[in-house]
């Protein structure tokens, strides 16, 4: 099994380059999913998130309302750096049970050639790197990805906010290494992503042609 983690900021790209990747056979695994299913009401993560931001943040289930949690975790970088302090060490544990082969002989589970794992906190993420073969950035210039994100209904200051919490596009691309350039915005990310798996014979020559 090779694993691959596909970083990118706001509007990059990354998740389309996930997708397209899953569609081609990969075990797609989005970690702001993961991170969604982990909010368990009543769980010790979620009590120690609405400590730290408030019990606004609580759903009506006694979940976590993400949106509410959103909107103050992204609010400054330190609030991003304090709910990812509380949530990735609960995360990088549920993320290896997935990578890692089991320690048990007696288990048997599936194996897929290529497994992706889209990163949306790059720059908070880098203790678990060493769980992934390669790292891929997917990278557009910052005025590129405000204009994409409002063209898809985001608020213009919602994205400015975010993007503040982001690295830069030279320090995400520092992290990687391989960096894929979607500035275009067209299917040239298709062809970057099939040249990839071409490279590392995770696909079949005739199968990059199709």
């Not at 002989?105 to 906190?121: F, I, Y």
């Not at 060493?130 to 590129?144: K, M, S």
């Not at 503040?164 to 391989?178: G, R, T, W």
Request: with cysteine; net charge negative; glycine share 6%.
């Amino acid at each position: 099994m090779y694993s691959a983690f596909v970083i990118g900021n706001i509007a990059s790209g990354k998740s389309c380059a996930t997708r397209y990747l899953e569609q081609r056979g990969a075990l797609r695994i989005d970690l702001d999913a993961m991170a969604k299913d982990l909010y368990v009401p009543g769980s010790q993560l979620v009590l120690n998130i609405a400590e730290r931001f408030g019990y606004d943040v609580l759903a009506p289930d006694g979940g976590i309302d993400t949106r509410e949690l959103a909107r103050v975790a992204f609010a400054t970088p330190e609030d991003s750096a304090d709910l990812n302090a509380l949530v990735h060490p609960v995360l990088i544990e549920q993320l290896s049970l997935r990578l890692l082969p089991p320690l048990c002989c007696t288990v048997t589970a599936p194996d897929p050639e290529l497994v992706v794992v889209e990163v949306s906190v790059a720059s908070a993420f880098t203790d678990a790197f060493g769980l992934a073969d390669e790292i891929i950035a997917i990278t557009a210039p910052l005025d590129v990805r405000r204009e994409r994100a409002i063209e898809r209904g985001m608020d213009g200051l919602a994205f400015d906010e975010r993007a503040s919490c982001q690295p830069s596009e030279e320090e995400l691309c520092a992290l990687a290494q391989v960096v894929i350039d979607n500035t275009a915005g067209d299917d040239s990310l298709f062809s970057s992503l099939d040249q990839w798996l071409a490279d590392r014979h995770l696909l079949s020559a005739q199968e990059v042609t199709q």
